[in-house]
């Protein structure tokens, strides 16, 4: 839904007519404003009555009616917004209020982010609901703090959104225009796209723009639908290409083939590229037929995404450069811990001398982690003392394994790794740009834009500094690769201690706003990738206008681990299936939450994890530790782990 101060003035021009006794509001056939008022039609506020005149509708009227409740609040001074909101309430909007969007797919998508964060308004997007008058401060009562909230206003204008949903209706001139878009990340939708056209876009929920300052556009679900069906170009000017009519007569010829249509009718879809001449729907009329069904019934899909931090790649690299050394010797073994830690720390202390002959002085340009791995270098004359002081080797490959990156084997009392069919990807992805992968970056280009669904400027930007998204706007084919393993790779529960102190203690809000990495403190940068982690594992999902939210099975995982969060590992996928293991061969008791063993029963629950004698007695002490578990008995917070990760599975 888009209302600029254009739109509301046109509904009272048409308020007024209608006061007046005339039973419709006609344009004059040169009337600048047609493509103003055609976005008032498509939005059912006005309908169109033939050739150029116009009324309100009940929406019309009952758009009217909410700001007219907010102009009496804020003559009552009960109301603050700012000077352009001021008169458009008012009914005096200048020439720069005419272009005003009060209303649009990022105020729309920063009232709905707030409703879903409990009422509360993010830090990203307060200037922008202030100013509209849709924001009030109230007194949280449990920090004894002043927030700012949703008001009656904002929550009485996501609701009219979401009842009236627009029309989609597209003619040869905007299908001719859609056609040369880029479907992407950019600043603008096409060359030459004019203003009303865009708006027309935004108008019909084909396109929406990013938080706070609409830099970035990308097209919504039911826009990529619509994009892929316009792909033939060449369409006649003034004709309708593309409407919920054409969308219907699509959907009968798939239900009851092309002997439902006639004649005219097969030729119309032929003629527009939606079906071959055997009557079967061509790749457009696929396209065409997912816009029907996003009519129909859009349902919000739960955000996945995706997180590598370097020293994951590097580990990946090594296990890749294994593997091609096996292949070179037949028979040879996967690495155990001991040999891939040997090949890491080498790797690793190479590469950092590597930057210090690149950069030099430059240094302070690097992030802090990496500032702080120089320094050590330089300090410590030991390698592995150097890589012990940084990272946890242990702690990187069960990252992996939980993000199916990596697979552990059993190879008698050792445990062996090699990369899974996802890892090889990501492997030969990184191969010469060795970078770390963010969650936001790949949200950007992975999460699906329903109705409001807010996208971040900031997370646009990451994509673009992590070449995900091209210089052009497009998405890149490392892009494309990291969005399929968002959606596709299974997840288990996995926590470092760090992830689960901050899992528990959820901060409400981003650690600040979207910053280099070069400026961020070494503390920072952990935190930042703490909550990187945590949203690629689908514990949290930080929002658009900088809050963050604990995901179901964030909720369950924070109950869980709240006594564990001294271990150094309070979730691996080891202890997941020793709990798994338990579980099966236990009996559930109900009322107590816990599933009982009998003594004799451990033999059964070691062979069923698949792990060594001694890793299992490591596994089973530290799932003790968590209180996940008692000496016989899977614990309530082992419960909920298992809860957690079945719904993670849900998820992949």
């Not at 700012?148 to 040869?172: K, Q, S, V």
């Not at 890589?387 to 990252?399: M, T």
């Amino acid at each position: 839904m888009l209302l600029t101060g254009a739109h509301v003035t046109a509904l009272r021009e048409l308020a007024r007519s209608e006061e007046a006794g005339q039973a419709a509001y006609e344009l004059a056939e040169d009337d600048h404003r047609a493509l103003t008022y055609r976005a008032l039609e498509l939005q059912g506020l006005a309908v169109l009555e033939l050739p150029r005149s116009y009324r309100l509708t009940y929406a019309g009227r009952e758009a009217l009616q909410l700001l007219e409740e907010m102009h009496r609040d804020w003559q009552a001074g009960a109301l603050e917004l700012d000077e352009r909101g001021q008169r458009l309430l008012a009914g005096e909007p200048g020439r720069k209020e005419q272009d005003w969007r009060f209303l649009g797919s990022d105020v729309l998508a920063a009232l709905q982010a707030a409703e879903y964060a409990g009422g509360r308004i993010g830090p990203v997007t307060e200037t922008l609901l202030r100013a509209r008058g849709l924001a009030e401060e109230a007194t949280d009562p449990l920090h004894k703090t002043t927030v700012l909230r949703l008001n009656r206003h904002g929550r009485a204008w996501l609701d009219f959104a979401r009842r009236y949903r627009p029309h989609l209706e597209i003619d040869g001139e905007l299908a001719n225009a859609i056609q040369r878009m880029i479907p992407g990340y950019s600043g603008r939708p096409a060359p030459g796209l004019s203003g009303d056209f865009i708006d027309l876009l935004e108008a019909m929920e084909l396109i929406t723009w990013s938080l706070p300052d609409g830099q970035y556009y990308a097209l919504t679900t039911l826009g990529e639908a619509v994009y892929e069906a316009l792909r033939k170009g060449g369409y006649a000017l003034g004709a309708v290409v593309l409407d919920e009519a054409m969308l219907k007569l699509l959907a009968l010829l798939v239900d009851r083939g092309r002997e439902s249509l006639t004649a005219d009718q097969s030729e119309q879809l032929q003629g527009l590229g939606f079906m071959d001449p055997d009557g079967r729907l061509t790749p457009a009329g696929e396209a065409a037929l997912r816009a029907y069904a996003l009519l129909q019934s859009e349902r919000p899909v739960s955000v996945r995404t995706f997180a590598l931090t370097e020293a994951e790649v590097e580990v990946l690299l090594v296990l890749q450069q294994l593997g091609a050394v096996r292949q070179e010797t037949a028979g040879s073994p996967p690495p155990d811990l001991e040999r891939l830690r040997r090949e890491l720390v080498e790797r690793l202390a190479e590469r950092y001398r590597e930057i210090v002959a690149r950069y030099g002085r430059r240094l302070e340009e690097r992030s802090a982690l990496k500032r702080r791995a120089l320094e050590l270098l330089e300090e410590l004359r030991s390698r592995d003392e150097w890589f012990d002081s940084l990272w946890n080797l242990e702690e990187l490959v069960a990252s992996l394994e939980a993000l199916a990156l990596v697979r552990a084997e059993r190879d008698g009392e050792r445990t062996l790794y090699r990369l899974t069919a996802y890892g090889q990807r990501v492997a030969e992805e990184q191969q010469g740009q060795v970078r770390a992968i963010s969650a936001t970056a790949v949200k950007a280009v992975s999460m699906a834009l329903t109705r409001w669904t807010g996208l971040a400027t900031s997370w646009v930007e990451r994509a673009r500094e992590e070449g995900l998204v091209g210089s052009g706007g497009g998405v890149t084919r490392a892009g494309r690769l990291y969005a399929w393993l968002a959606e596709h790779c299974p997840r288990q529960p996995m926590l470092t201690r760090q992830e689960a102190e901050v899992l528990v203690n959820l901060p409400e809000t981003e650690p600040g706003p979207f910053v280099s990495e070069y400026q961020a403190s070494l503390e920072t940068e952990r935190l930042a990738w703490a909550l990187d982690k945590l949203e690629a594992h689908g514990l949290i999902e930080r929002l658009a206008d900088g809050q963050i939210v604990r995901t179901e099975a964030g909720r369950l995982l924070a109950r869980a681990v709240a006594g564990a969060t001294k271990l150094a590992h309070p979730i691996t996928p080891r202890i997941v299936r020793l709990l798994e293991a338990m579980r099966q061969v236990g009996t559930l008791y109900v009322k107590e939450r816990k599933v009982r063993l009998q003594p004799e029963q451990w033999k059964e629950v070691e062979r069923l994890t698949g792990l060594g004698p001694q890793e299992f007695i490591e596994t089973r002490h530290v799932a003790r530790m968590g209180h996940y578990i008692g000496e016989v008995t899977l614990n309530e917070a082992g419960l909920e782990v298992l809860e957690a990760a079945a719904l993670l599975q849900q998820r992949s």
